[in-house]
């Protein structure tokens, strides 16, 4: 492997950055979570609020720099990144979907029931 | 070397063998695999807590309310600054070991070893702040009412702070109810702590205290728990309440439904075992790497794989914060 020496020039300048960004993300996310704006809160699109949409997509956001600079997804080669992020989202997506259609539903079977479960 | 294998003609081409399409080592790869299986477990524990949530969407605890501890700051409701403080220093770990692995393909060992140095001691601060945030979960703070339907009821005075179990109960002295330990009688049988207040001390208390009332598990259209009015509140602990719960377990949770600690346990435990045991190989390839085994070797890929190994936890991590503390 001595040919690895010679191919990786220093990226610590490219780590630091990305640790910059990482943290400010995470920065944003306990703000918002602290003072919960209220427009974010009020809103809602496709069945969940607004702010919970931004969470989501900063956790992915981050999930992504995490992956593809500190775990060096970017430098290997296209069959092997594909066979890992693919594969796991394709999954991933497919669980949530059925999960979380499966739970709703079982929310609207107790609201709906004849029984209260609050007492 | 000679084989018993006839020679095919093929082998320079690419289906001879031999050839390594993805261009990775079989040590990296492997750990790619299991990363990916790792990752589904956690998406499938994941999954699970959201399918469980949105089965009680309208009465889930609030995670501010339950997570506002920091260590040395007694009494202050401080939510998510000491999460928001793990997920710092777990990331800033993965930071040191990507420089560890960084420093290894310069083949500087003094280097390698003070970043794998620190990815470790970020790691074992990781790990025992998550046992403290254990430790607070499982003893809680103000204690509840639980009602016959399993239902949690807690006190909040009329600005909505919480009001603690031991402000409220008036302690009846005359109680004669101890609990049975295996000394006293037959000696094999003994029985679980009694609670620290039966219901009906606690009952006696409320009924003179005319600033507390009762906060339900229900959510409001605002995402704010319901709190019900002095009337409604006496009524309800009249008729519904069975007991008192402190702190959470698997079976009781003073912050909501039982559910709740359930994923809690799972999901932090599970992640917080892989830490533990990404603490534990890194301390062995931290021994090599001092050792000089890569120097011997003349490459430090062994810090490579346990590096993708550290980052996947710290990956996970950043999903649980979400739907744990955020969401």
């Given at each position: 492997?001595?040919?690895?020496?010679?191919?990786?020039?220093?990226?610590?300048?490219?780590?630091?950055?990305?640790?910059?960004?990482?943290?400010?993300?995470?920065?944003?996310?306990?703000?918002?979570?602290?003072?919960?704006?209220?427009?974010?809160?009020?809103?809602?699109?496709?069945?969940?609020?607004?702010?919970?949409?931004?969470?989501?997509?900063?956790?992915?956001?981050?999930?992504?720099y995490?992956?593809?600079?500190?775990?060096?997804?970017?430098?290997?080669?296209?069959?092997?990144?594909?066979?890992?992020?693919?594969?796991?989202?394709?999954?991933?997506?497919?669980?949530?979907?059925?999960?979380?259609?499966?739970?709703?539903?079982?929310?609207?079977?107790?609201?709906a029931?004849h029984?209260?479960?609050?007492? | 070397?000679?084989?018993?294998?006839?020679?095919?003609?093929?082998?320079?081409?690419?289906?001879?063998?031999?050839?390594?399409?993805?261009?990775?080592?079989?040590?990296?790869?492997?750990?790619?695999?299991?990363?990916?299986?790792?990752?589904?477990?956690?998406?499938?524990?994941?999954?699970?807590?959201?399918?469980?949530?949105?089965?009680?969407?309208?009465?889930?605890?609030?995670?501010?309310?339950?997570?506002?501890?920091?260590?040395?700051?007694?009494?202050?409701?401080?939510?998510?600054?000491?999460?928001?403080?793990?997920?710092?220093?777990?990331?800033?770990?993965?930071?040191?070991?990507?420089?560890?692995?960084?420093?290894?393909?310069?083949?500087?060992?003094?280097?390698?070893?003070?970043?794998?140095?620190?990815?470790?001691?970020?790691?074992?601060?990781f790990?025992?702040?998550?046992?403290?945030?254990?430790?607070?979960?499982?003893?809680?703070e103000?204690?509840?009412?639980?009602?016959?339907?399993?239902?949690?009821?807690?006190?909040?005075?009329?600005?909505?702070?919480?009001?603690?179990?031991?402000?409220?109960?008036?302690?009846?002295?005359?109680?004669?109810?101890?609990?049975?330990?295996?000394?006293?009688?037959?000696?094999?049988?003994?029985?679980?702590?009694?609670?620290?207040?039966?219901?009906?001390?606690?009952?006696?208390?409320?009924?003179?205290?005319?600033?507390?009332?009762?906060?339900?598990?229900?959510?409001?259209?605002?995402?704010?728990?319901?709190?019900?009015?002095?009337?409604?509140?006496?009524?309800?602990?009249?008729?519904?309440?069975?007991?008192i719960?402190?702190?959470?377990?698997?079976?009781?949770?003073e912050?909501g439904?039982?559910?709740?600690?359930?994923?809690?346990?799972?999901?932090?435990?599970?992640?917080?075992?892989?830490?533990?045991?990404?603490?534990?190989?890194?301390?062995?390839?931290?021994?090599?790497?001092?050792?000089?085994?890569?120097?011997?070797r003349?490459?430090?890929?062994?810090?490579?794989?346990?590096?993708?190994?550290?980052?996947?936890?710290?990956?996970?991590?950043?999903?649980?914060?979400?739907?744990?503390?955020?969401?």
């Amino acid at each position: 492997m001595a040919h690895d020496i010679a191919h990786h020039e220093s990226n610590t300048g490219k780590i630091w950055k990305v640790f910059i960004l990482l943290s400010v993300v995470t920065i944003v996310e306990v703000i918002l979570g602290i003072i919960k704006p209220t427009f974010l809160i009020e809103t809602t699109f496709i069945s969940m609020k607004l702010l919970n949409w931004i969470f989501i997509i900063l956790t992915i956001y981050k999930a992504y720099y995490i992956t593809w600079s500190f775990m060096h997804m970017e430098g290997e080669t296209k069959g092997l990144r594909r066979a890992v992020v693919w594969t796991a989202i394709f999954l991933i997506c497919y669980l949530i979907f059925i999960l979380l259609t499966e739970g709703d539903y079982v929310f609207e079977v107790f609201k709906a029931g004849h029984k209260s479960w609050d007492f | 070397m000679d084989t018993a294998v006839a020679k095919t003609g093929t082998e320079d081409k690419t289906w001879g063998g031999g050839n390594e399409p993805l261009k990775a080592s079989y040590g990296k790869m492997m750990m790619w695999f299991f990363i990916v299986s790792d990752a589904l477990t956690f998406s499938g524990f994941l999954a699970a807590y959201g399918f469980s949530r949105f089965k009680f969407i309208d009465s889930w605890p609030i995670a501010d309310q339950v997570f506002n501890h920091f260590p040395f700051l007694h009494g202050v409701d401080a939510p998510m600054y000491y999460v928001a403080l793990m997920t710092f220093i777990l990331i800033f770990s993965s930071v040191t070991m990507v420089l560890a692995v960084d420093a290894g393909h310069h083949m500087k060992q003094k280097k390698v070893i003070f970043y794998m140095f620190l990815t470790i001691i970020g790691g074992a601060i990781f790990v025992g702040s998550q046992a403290w945030e254990w430790k607070n979960f499982i003893k809680g703070e103000y204690g509840a009412i639980e009602t016959k339907g399993g239902q949690i009821l807690q006190f909040v005075d009329t600005d909505g702070h919480r009001v603690a179990l031991a402000d409220i109960a008036i302690f009846d002295a005359h109680k004669n109810r101890v609990q049975h330990e295996n000394k006293n009688g037959i000696w094999y049988e003994n029985e679980a702590t009694l609670p620290t207040y039966t219901i009906d001390e606690i009952r006696k208390g409320f009924a003179k205290r005319n600033d507390v009332v009762i906060r339900t598990q229900v959510l409001t259209e605002k995402g704010e728990k319901t709190i019900l009015s002095r009337e409604e509140s006496l009524k309800r602990l009249q008729n519904d309440a069975i007991g008192i719960v402190e702190g959470a377990n698997l079976v009781h949770n003073e912050y909501g439904t039982p559910l709740f600690a359930n994923f809690f346990f799972f999901i932090t435990g599970f992640h917080g075992f892989h830490v533990l045991s990404g603490v534990i190989i890194n301390i062995i390839i931290f021994i090599n790497v001092i050792l000089g085994t890569y120097e011997k070797r003349k490459n430090y890929e062994m810090v490579e794989k346990v590096g993708l190994y550290w980052h996947f936890v710290d990956l996970v991590w950043v999903f649980v914060f979400t739907f744990f503390y955020l969401v």
